[in-house]
């Protein structure tokens, strides 16, 4: 039963996100950051060099398809189309959530369909934090669960998301969250690929980014507050199913956390790669978020909607945000990833 | 006479508030406070504690049914609402001004009702300032007459509320105030209970929270701006009665008072128990003003209109509350109210 | 031909200032000032003393009705209304520039009216500082002209209106300046009443204060920007007169100047008296200029709208006023103006 | 072909200027920018000494009809409005890009036109940046091309423009920056009259304003945002042409930049003659640019508009311009231009 609830849930997630606002603006965000225009920036517009490494893999771009689905049939086209652009780009991908698959292997599919379509791609795995901690409905996961969610998808990497305000916000959320510390540490010791700790749209602060450097992740994905919010989209789903408690929760939370802009510079305490979730809506947002400290650049709904049309259409959301990413990098001076590091930016 | 002008009062008071919008927005409000998101919280949801002490008795939750009402046949049922709530929620409870029945014992069961349904509860009796001396049509009360409120009530402390602004803004208010820091510090001397010194919408200083506690207060209320405005209260009154003249006055000064959360920063001067009553309209609002240093939080119009409604309706609220402001403890880190006193907020 | 013109004028600016929108809200404004409420404020609301003493005269409220209107038969009941409220409330009122009078003696009963129907009254006879120089259309004022117009309402000080942005918007204005510090000086030397520097809608800086102390002048009227706004109004008649080069800069510097808040404070440099005029619209305005450091407040367009209707009109603007402005007093503890001046505010 | 693309591009610009909206909005902008009132300004507003030295050439005022047509035969009644304009008021006056005119000699008339009108004016020649290095459908100008441009309307100085934003937007634009600088440096030492880097809507920041006087630039337009963008019209056109790609840029990079006062106050570091565009509206918008720093200042779209219909439009626009300079300037106490640049001015 439980396999078939979170199939569900997943299919919901995905139509939820398409057809509602679930977007939050934040009162820190992306326009804030101003790039300081230099009038002669010897960088040539064509000549640009996007390219970063990331874990010893080179990208073509210092871009992620955030984490987003799988674990039901309908889904399986959407993270086709979705591989096949990681691959055609040479930019990095993450799954959704490998929970349902865990449970209920008959749904791998839709995630390994992604490998299948991106042989070459740096592929991230995703499981959740509060399932790595025994739960009141469920057991925890072994160290063997979580190995076979990232040979599933022969991934690069194991994305551990953090999601404590989407948990409260659901009817059926997992309520606990002691023991996560410890159960992360276990799990970055026993992996072998690099773990990468996940927000969800709640950001870093820099506590938190120190405790989680000290659970040994190699990477932070600082997931956020100003785009998609979970919270909204659980309210969304309680208004479905009708129930008001936490739909409360979902409307009343769809705000809270820290802005991305902000969860960059206070991760950035932690020393390690970065990766910058959250409301990333153009290539000038990529390279605002660069410009900040991030390493990666991830957008998780702008990419859902394009893949649940075509793979063409998926190119043409890269192809734009490239485009609009090198302009930011040529009028402020960059010629490479490793110069819009330094970039002035004024907020 | 006087008491059958007090008595309707009291109804008016009430139908006004539910009939209204008496909420006036402040520019220093709920939302600006912000909590640091903790992505790994290690805080069970369901195991949190809410539990806090106050004057030796343990509430289940830091709430306060803030003071109200009382003094009319018709509020009767009200009291018993709200009265049945606080004692199956273990939380605090205030009635409104026993002036009426002080001087016209007939209404004394509006009040009494409180004690009948809620046992066990903590209960507040409560008389106001501008009472305690001479008034221009009325002498001050006696030493006995606040006694018998207490015991009316058999309230475990006493709440002396001061309004200056709403005896202003009423046509038949009191408008002396000159002795009240005297007629306060004997009182404190003199009643075997704890008082607590409640403002009722427009906040207090820095200086004043230092005077009341020369006065000998056990606690204070803030009762700051940006909720229930009794000025604006008053001037629905005065419309309703067609006298312009405080009409006026109750418009021009609805937005007169210190933001209940800057009243919080301010009386912590006084090293005192603060209950902090004002515009707190979600867990999310009783979270904020706990970890900017309340010991208590008190609701009133939220309340009130459960109450007007049914029993259930007042439980519903709390639970609401209740939900809502344990999701905040969880994402901050916060397994206990003490915990969540040191919880990082931003402004 | 010049007396009919600008008698015709006088009459424009009261039509114009009644029928149209002439008050210009500024950044800077009345309702960014907070008094810090005081819970227990041990001031009695009915015996709060309001007076004040100005050049050696006790006045009942410190209150102005400034300087506006005379030189038109028409005008003569709105001077007449004025001035008996101000004789019935013992407050302090001046007359429009009494330029149409010296130049045209015919209609200077439009001014005596005011010291007929006020015998007791402050009253404050009024020329503009572009008068005392020679213009390209006309000669300076004699001394005698001046002690003329100070005669001619028995008046107990003189003001001196500087206002060359409303002359840059005239048509017909008085376009030179240069002279005005020496025949001020002059001035303040031969007439035997204060004088008072008044501004008219543009504000006091600092150095200007300074400068006009060195000039002599008895007291400052800072005529800050926020209310009626002279260029608006030579705006208005020269869209009347399709004059539309002056139309231009009537709107363009409509909001021209400093605020009247900020100017009190720029102009305490002087440690001269001090009148705060402009868009001050309540008695909580007028409390709020007194915290600020003024020693009189003034108000021209309420009063106008109401003189344009009835003595009894008048009346009740002075009875809101006096109202809230005590209202003010008592709730941040001032029994009295003294007191007042040194009462907390918060921008 | 492509001198046919260049001379049709040159009318699309114009009608578009005409047809749309190109002016951007910035958070910071001129209505930010406060004088301080002087009420006895001491001076007199038809004295007013309004002259400035610009390279040795005395204009009455400090004004530039900034660069911006010529190329097509329909625009040479408009350069000639401009000219005779610029002629009678004695003030500066750019030609748009002379691109068009260097490679088809045909179309020289078009700009020749406004030194045949404009015998005395001190007249600004035009070129781009990126026309000075190779790009890739094109060679480099030559020296001599240059020459040709001054010698074709006689020009006083040789404006630069700086526009690498302008040409990402544009369908066909010219996409290389590296080796501007060096040609830049070369230009600066072998042409005989002052070059004027100019940028044309984005700003100059202190870095940049250090850099061009190490090229030897004589003189920088600061060019700032917040007026006409080049990246609005280009998008405007990119819409036209049915360009998907670079319409996107456009309205993507509509508010880039840094707004006019800002870069005023920043290129004062490179200690050059400074002139200011962007978005002045008004003569109080010249004051004030005047007071931060300019010494010289531009409009464009306004001066394009009124030469679209007639001679007597533009005349119309300087008056206006004119007289509105003068009032800010006898009330913030300036007799004259230097006096104007030491004027107080409040953020
Ligand atoms: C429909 C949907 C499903 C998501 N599922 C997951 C998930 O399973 N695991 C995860 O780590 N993040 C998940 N996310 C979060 C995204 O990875 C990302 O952090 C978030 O959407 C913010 O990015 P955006 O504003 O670009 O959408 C999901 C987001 C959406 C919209
Ligand atoms: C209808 C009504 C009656 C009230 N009566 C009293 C009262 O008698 N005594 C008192 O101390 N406060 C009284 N209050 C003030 C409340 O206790 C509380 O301080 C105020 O309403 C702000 O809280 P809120 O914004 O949650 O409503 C009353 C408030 C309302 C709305
Ligand atoms: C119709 C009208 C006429 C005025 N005439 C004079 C005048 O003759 N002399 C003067 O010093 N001020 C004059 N003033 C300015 C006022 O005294 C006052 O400074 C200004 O109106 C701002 O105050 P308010 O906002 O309360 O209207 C006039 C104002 C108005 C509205
Ligand atoms: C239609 C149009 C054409 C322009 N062409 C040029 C040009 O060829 N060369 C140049 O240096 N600037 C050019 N500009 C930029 C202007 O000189 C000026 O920098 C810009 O329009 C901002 O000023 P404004 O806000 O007053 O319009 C052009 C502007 C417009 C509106």
């Given at each position: 039963?439980?396999?078939?609830?979170?199939?569900?849930?997943?299919?919901?997630?995905?139509?939820?996100?398409?057809?509602?606002?679930?977007?939050?603006?934040?009162?820190?965000?992306?326009?804030?950051?101003?790039?300081?225009?230099?009038?002669?920036?010897?960088?040539?517009?064509?000549?640009?060099?996007?390219?970063?490494?990331?874990?010893?893999?080179?990208?073509?771009?210092?871009?992620?398809?955030?984490?987003?689905?799988?674990?039901?049939?309908?889904?399986?086209?959407?993270?086709?189309?979705?591989?096949?652009?990681?691959?055609?780009?040479?930019?990095?991908?993450?799954?959704?959530?490998?929970?349902?698959?865990?449970?209920?292997?008959?749904?791998?599919?839709?995630?390994?369909?992604?490998?299948?379509?991106?042989?070459?791609?740096?592929?991230?795995?995703?499981?959740?934090?509060?399932?790595?901690?025994?739960?009141?409905?469920?057991?925890?996961?072994?160290?063997?669960?979580?190995?076979?969610?990232?040979?599933?998808?022969?991934?690069?990497?194991?994305?551990?998301?953090?999601?404590?305000?989407?948990?409260?916000?659901?009817?059926?959320?997992?309520?606990?969250?002691?023991?996560?510390?410890?159960?992360?540490?276990?799990?970055?010791?026993?992996?072998?690929?690099?773990?990468?700790?996940?927000?969800?749209?709640?950001?870093i602060c820099q506590e938190q980014a120190m405790l989680l450097r000290a659970c040994g992740v190699a990477a932070i994905d600082v997931g956020g507050a100003g785009g998609?919010?979970?919270?909204?989209?659980?309210?969304?789903?309680?208004?479905?199913?009708?129930?008001?408690?936490?739909?409360?929760?979902?409307?009343?939370?769809?705000?809270?956390?820290?802005?991305?802009?902000?969860?960059?510079?206070?991760?950035?305490?932690?020393?390690?790669?970065?990766?910058?979730?959250?409301?990333?809506?153009?290539?000038?947002?990529?390279?605002?978020?660069?410009?900040?400290?991030?390493?990666?650049?991830?957008?998780?709904?702008?990419?859902?909607?394009?893949?649940?049309?075509?793979?063409?259409?998926?190119?043409?959301?890269?192809?734009?945000?490239?485009?609009?990413?090198?302009?930011?990098?040529?009028?402020?001076?960059?010629?490479?990833?490793?110069?819009?590091?330094?970039?002035?930016?004024?907020?």
């Amino acid at each position: 039963m439980a396999d078939e609830v979170i199939k569900q849930r997943k299919l919901e997630h995905i139509n939820v996100a398409l057809a509602q606002s679930i977007a939050v603006a934040q009162p820190a965000n992306w326009s804030d950051i101003h790039f300081v225009h230099q009038a002669l920036p010897e960088v040539n517009l064509d000549e640009i060099d996007t390219r970063v490494t990331f874990f010893g893999q080179t990208l073509r771009y210092p871009l992620l398809i955030s984490s987003m689905t799988g674990g039901h049939p309908d889904v399986i086209s959407i993270n086709r189309n979705l591989a096949r652009a990681a691959e055609e780009y040479g930019i990095a991908m993450g799954v959704g959530s490998q929970r349902a698959a865990i449970i209920n292997p008959a749904v791998s599919y839709s995630y390994a369909v992604v490998r299948e379509c991106a042989p070459n791609a740096f592929l991230i795995a995703n499981i959740g934090a509060p399932q790595l901690i025994e739960q009141a409905q469920h057991p925890a996961f072994s160290m063997q669960q979580v190995q076979d969610a990232i040979k599933m998808i022969e991934a690069n990497a194991l994305a551990v998301h953090m999601n404590s305000l989407q948990e409260a916000a659901q009817p059926e959320g997992d309520r606990r969250a002691v023991g996560e510390v410890e159960a992360l540490k276990r799990l970055t010791q026993q992996i072998d690929r690099p773990v990468i700790a996940k927000e969800t749209g709640a950001g870093i602060c820099q506590e938190q980014a120190m405790l989680l450097r000290a659970c040994g992740v190699a990477a932070i994905d600082v997931g956020g507050a100003g785009g998609s919010s979970m919270s909204a989209v659980e309210a969304a789903r309680s208004e479905l199913h009708g129930d008001k408690k936490t739909l409360e929760i979902g409307k009343l939370y769809s705000d809270w956390g820290i802005p991305t802009p902000i969860a960059i510079v206070e991760a950035q305490a932690a020393h390690l790669p970065l990766i910058a979730t959250g409301g990333v809506r153009s290539g000038l947002d990529v390279a605002r978020a660069l410009a900040l400290g991030a390493n990666l650049v991830g957008m998780a709904f702008p990419f859902l909607r394009a893949a649940s049309e075509s793979y063409e259409r998926v190119c043409e959301v890269l192809e734009n945000t490239i485009r609009e990413m090198k302009v930011a990098m040529q009028l402020s001076g960059a010629a490479n990833i490793a110069q819009l590091h330094t970039a002035d930016v004024v907020v």
